[in-house]
């Protein structure tokens, strides 16, 4: 306008004459006059004339209203509240008057649904209206302000302007849970939590100190744009919807300007650069998301929110836990021993062309253990030979282990990771007719109990893989409760083999549900009886197990020492009492509501997008920051972020925010904000109709330590909010729009 960097402007100070900007407006010359024609926005004489003199009067120019600092005007003198002091200026001056208070029944019908959004009942009218002491009004206000429907008709409010939903919005707009972070709203409001803490909860609420599960549960507001499932969806591009959606809500929601016509472009009317708008999205490049989402439960980072119930019943089960795992630790030099025998009884034994029945791939991988692979037949019954190991063999043992590749991981390959051991079966190898070694008896470190309904054993035990399917060769050995998990059967000979004999080895696997098949086992023997039942041990214990206990180094027996501890606390009576307390938890927190919540990653790389285009990489690499117009932003540390953002939000130097919520509040108990554009504060929207007034109510947001509360009632006790609504013809032809 006034020029800049040596550039002549369209106004040259003091001289109408010489300004482009006077020569536009008066050209006689449809192409070049300004406005155009065509726009229909012709200005007066007296307009021009203003123009004329503002130029001869130096020009001088302050910006658009509302980015400049908020002033403090002191109301004018007379009435005791401030508001009405403004609102009566503004009256005087076109010779009106403020209208007598509305009756009590209006004035309440008005108090409540303004500040609960509910009507007042029949008892509460009747009571205002029978009550006449000085401050009955006022004790009506803090009965309201005090409700817990007053939380409730904001957070009405506040959930329109940040565009919660419970589904996603896009495409199959599938339901997600998010509810908590509604409850934390209305909660805040009921509090009364300063509006600048509520803020920075919201947008960085994962990164404040200490940050609990309110902080958390708030952080979810960054959350709550819109997300897809579908298939076709370019991951990169919806990564820039979401990201940019964001900005728009920010400057929106706190700043009400239109920030988000700088995405493409600089924006047509206010100073804000396309620059600027990716510095904004900078801010967001750190939360954890996804282009393109699963579906079902699969909608980003959620923590669970346990109910009051839930909470205390979690209390107990925690101390539960704590109590059983002290139980669990301590030493007990007599058990770590009878364990470690236990451990050492077993040994891998030499495994030698396992074979399928069924045609399944049946591979060695180390000594003992055996993985299958490649088809997947409805029953099967794998064959193989084993060694007697010296010492001769007692007893045999089946570990099934977890393996990648297989369903949730196996052992067995059915699709849920289970398997059914109908039959596990002995004899001397070479001869088929030789007679089956008998088993006196076998045990499981876990056998299934669900989906035992007909199961004659009452549950999926072991005894059923050697009753030589005496009551069906359905049923057998399985542990679908704890698929993905390693587990052991036992199975006991009635008379010793002696060392190096070859044995013939068949598990069996006849049950009905199709592909009920083993994945991933080992076979181990032992030379005598071995008393404690244990989970097989982690593979990296294995070797140091196979050695002579005075070959094994410090290290190793360190670690054997604490693998030994780990079984002893799983087995034992607290250890098993502690699993249950566990698993107690987990469906505890499985059961509870969950909410959309905000997780911090390393930030991606924010580029100015060339007219918005997701798919060009060739913009500059831009840094988190704010419009320049807006005042200075000063960042924690070297790296600003979603916290310093918040930060500058509710800053006193912003000239934005307590303008725009005051201006909101404004419009909630009148209808019509003092600026009628709520979302718009740039120089396109409606100037205010009593700057002043707007000014005070923002600076007083500000100063009483952003008290929305305080506000609120501020206004709600002026003689302004109290008058009646009913005016003479002439007040209204005087002030149509009031």
């Not at 003199?53 to 302050?62: D, F, H, L, N, V």
């Not at 009051?308 to 002290?326: M, S």
């Not at 109908?422 to 070479?430: M, Y």
Request: with cysteine; hydrophobic share 35%.
């Amino acid at each position: 306008l006034l020029g800049a960097g040596g550039q002549m402007g369209t106004v040259v100070p003091g001289k109408p004459a010489e300004s482009e900007l006077m020569e536009r407006i008066l050209s006689p010359d449809a192409d070049k006059r300004m406005p155009p024609p065509k726009a229909g926005k012709d200005l007066t004489e007296a307009e021009k004339g203003l123009i004329r003199r503002w130029i001869e009067q130096g020009a001088p120019y302050e910006g658009h209203w509302s980015f400049q600092a908020v002033k403090r005007p002191s109301p004018p003198a007379g009435p005791s509240h401030p508001v009405d002091g403004f609102i009566r200026s503004e009256l005087q001056k076109r010779g009106l008057a403020m209208s007598p208070e509305a009756d009590r029944r209006t004035l309440l019908r008005r108090l409540s649904f303004d500040l609960t959004g509910l009507p007042p009942t029949p008892e509460e009218v009747d009571a205002f209206i029978a009550d006449k002491a000085p401050d009955a009004y006022a004790r009506q206000v803090e009965r309201l302000l005090n409700s817990p429907r007053h939380g409730e008709r904001l957070a009405m409010w506040w959930l329109d302007l940040v565009r919660y939903a419970d589904s996603v919005g896009y495409h199959g707009d599938q339901q997600v849970s998010v509810h908590p972070y509604r409850q934390y709203v209305i909660e805040s409001f009921n509090a009364n939590v300063p509006f600048d803490r509520f803020t920075r909860e919201q947008l960085a609420g994962d990164l404040l100190p200490g940050a609990g599960d309110r902080e958390k549960i708030a952080s979810g507001y960054n959350r709550l744009g819109m997300m897809s499932a579908e298939g076709g969806v370019q991951p990169k591009e919806y990564l820039a919807k979401y990201i940019a959606e964001r900005v728009r809500n920010v400057s929106g929601v706190w700043l009400g300007v239109t920030l988000g016509c700088a995405e493409c472009h600089d924006h047509k009317y206010d100073p804000f650069a396309t620059k600027e708008f990716y510095r904004m999205e900078a801010f967001f490049a750190d939360i954890s998301e996804k282009g393109l989402y699963g579906g079902g439960k699969d909608w980003g980072p959620s923590m669970a929110v346990p109910g009051k119930a839930q909470r205390e019943e979690l209390a107990r089960v925690d101390a539960e836990i704590a109590r059983a795992r002290a139980e669990a630790g301590k030493p007990d030099p007599k058990l770590e021993e009878a364990y470690t025998l236990a451990r050492e009884a077993w040994k891998p034994l030499e495994v030698r062309n396992p074979q399928s029945v069924g045609g399944a791939k049946l591979a060695l991988r180390d000594k003992g253990s055996v993985l299958a692979s490649g088809k997947n037949p409805a029953t099967d019954t794998h064959v193989m030979e084993i060694v007697a190991p010296p010492g001769g063999l007692s007893a045999i043992r089946l570990e099934v282990l977890p393996a990648d590749g297989l369903p949730a991981r196996g052992p067995g390959r059915a699709g849920n990771g289970n398997f059914v051991l109908t039959e596990f079966v002995a004899r001397k190898a070479g001869d088929p007719k030789e007679q089956l070694l008998a088993f006196t008896s076998a045990r499981a470190t876990y056998e299934q109990t669900g989906a035992s309904a007909g199961n004659p054993w009452g549950k999926w035990t072991v005894q059923a893989a050697i009753d030589k399917d005496a009551k069906g060769r359905n049923w057998g050995w399985a542990i679908m409760e704890e698929a993905g998990q390693p587990n052991a059967a036992e199975f006991i000979l009635a008379a010793p083999v002696q060392a190096g004999t070859v044995i013939e080895i068949r598990l069996e696997q006849n049950h009905p549900n199709p592909g009920h098949t083993l994945g991933s086992y080992r076979l181990m023997g032992a030379s005598n009886r071995v008393e404690t039942l244990l989970k097989p041990a982690a593979s990296d214990i294995l070797p140091i197990l196979a050695k002579a206990r005075e070959s094994r180094t410090p290290e190793e027996k360190a670690k054997l020492e604490s693998a030994i501890r780990r079984d002893i606390a799983d087995s034992s009576k607290s250890g098993i009492e502690l699993r249950k307390l566990e698993k107690r938890r987990a469906d505890l927190l499985a059961a509870a509501p969950t909410t959309l919540v905000t997780e911090r990653v390393m930030p991606r790389q924010v580029r100015v997008l060339n007219r918005g285009n997701w798919m060009d990489d060739k913009g500059d690499l831009v840094t988190p920051g704010t419009p320049e117009v807006l005042g200075p932003f000063k960042a924690r540390g070297a790296v600003p972020d979603r916290l310093d953002l918040a930060n500058w939000l509710v800053s006193p130097g912003n000239p934005l925010t307590s303008r725009v919520t005051a201006n909101r509040v404004w419009k909630m108990l009148f209808g019509a904000g003092l600026s009628r554009s709520l979302d718009d504060f740039g120089s396109q929207g409606d100037w205010p109709s009593h700057p002043e007034l707007l000014d005070h109510l923002a600076g007083r947001f500000v100063d009483s330590g952003w008290d929305l509360r305080g506000l609120i009632r501020s206004i709600v006790m002026s003689d302004t909010y109290r008058q009646s609504s009913v005016a003479p013809r002439t007040v209204r032809d005087a002030d149509p729009y009031n």
